[in-house]
C-alpha cells in the first residue's frame, strides 16, 4: 500500500515567518501535487511535479520533487494570514489506471 | 465558467439509511472522481468515472456505488449507512481521465452527518 506521510500536521507562526511542510514516502510516484483546502471548500490545486529533482516557484511559495520521486517539500516565505489553511500533497501512480493518494495534510494557521 | 457544482452541500441521515450524492462537473469535463475525507483517515479515494465507465475504484466496501450520465453528471449512493460514513465527501472532475500533466478540478463537498 502506498502512503503519503506530511509533517509536521499542525502549525502555527506569526505573520513574516518562514516554514515549510514534507511529504515523505518510501513509494516512486510518477507525480506529486501540492493542495489547499480552506474551510467549507474543496482542495485547489498549487502545483504539480513531475520530474525527480524538479523545484517550482509560485511566488513566495516553493516546491520540491526529490530526485528520487519519493519526497517533497513546501516551503513558505514570509507566511501572510491569507496562507492559512489545510496543505495536502498527493502523489500519483503510474501503474495500470492512475490514482491520486493524498497525505494526511497540514494544518498551517498564520497569526498577524 | 462554473466550477463544479456538489448537491446537496449537507445531508444528515441515520444509521440504516441509504443516500445519494451528486456531481456536476465543469462543461466539458467528462472524467469525475470521487473521494471521502475524515478528519482520521483523510482524503481516500473512492472511484473514478471516464464516458459512463468506471475506470478505477478504491478500497470501500459494496455498499459505495456510483454511476455517471452521457451528460458526465455523476452520483454516488451509499447504501445501509454506518456512523464511520460521516464524512465530506468530494468531487473532482478533468478533462480527460487522471493523468501526470492533467488537473482536476475539486466541487466544495458534500457533507454527509450520519447518527
Known amino acids: 500500500t502506498q502512503l503519503l506521510e506530511q509533517s509536521p500536521q499542525f502549525l502555527s507562526i506569526q505573520e513574516g515567518e518562514n516554514l515549510t511542510v514534507y511529504c515523505n514516502s518510501s513509494?516512486?510516484?510518477?507525480?506529486l501535487q501540492w493542495y489547499r483546502q480552506e474551510p467549507g471548500e474543496g482542495p485547489v490545486l498549487l502545483v504539480t511535479?513531475?520530474?525527480?529533482?524538479e523545484v517550482k516557484k509560485l511566488k513566495r511559495l516553493t516546491f520540491q520533487f526529490g530526485d528520487a520521486r519519493k519526497d517533497s517539500s513546501l516551503h513558505i516565505t514570509a507566511a501572510q494570514p491569507g496562507d492559512t489553511g489545510l496543505y495536502l500533497c498527493?502523489?500519483?501512480?503510474?501503474?495500470?489506471?492512475?490514482?491520486?493518494?493524498f497525505g494526511a495534510g497540514t494544518r498551517l494557521a498564520v497569526h498577524p | 465558467k462554473a466550477g463544479v457544482t456538489q448537491t446537496p452541500r449537507y445531508l444528515i441521515k441515520t444509521r440504516g439509511q441509504q443516500v445519494t450524492l451528486s456531481c456536476s462537473p465543469i462543461?466539458?469535463?467528462?472524467?469525475v472522481s470521487w473521494y471521502q475525507q475524515t478528519p482520521g483517515q483523510g482524503l481516500q479515494f473512492l472511484f473514478e468515472?471516464?464516458?459512463?465507465?468506471?475506470?478505477n475504484k478504491g478500497n470501500f466496501p459494496g455498499r459505495f456505488s456510483g454511476r455517471q450520465f452521457s451528460n458526465s453528471r455523476s452520483e454516488m449512493n451509499v447504501s445501509t449507512l454506518e456512523l464511520g460514513d460521516s464524512a465530506l465527501y468530494l468531487c473532482?472532475?478533468?478533462?480527460?481521465?487522471?493523468?501526470?500533466?492533467?488537473?482536476?478540478?475539486f466541487g466544495p463537498g458534500t457533507r454527509l452527518t450520519v447518527l
Open positions: 473532482a472532475s478533468s478533462l480527460v481521465p487522471r493523468g501526470s500533466t492533467d488537473t482536476q478540478y
Open positions: 513509494s516512486v510516484f510518477s507525480s
Open positions: 511535479v513531475v520530474t525527480g529533482g
Open positions: 498527493a502523489g500519483e501512480n503510474s501503474g495500470g489506471y492512475n490514482k491520486l493518494i
Open positions: 462543461s466539458g469535463h467528462r472524467s
Open positions: 468515472y471516464f464516458s459512463e465507465t468506471q475506470r
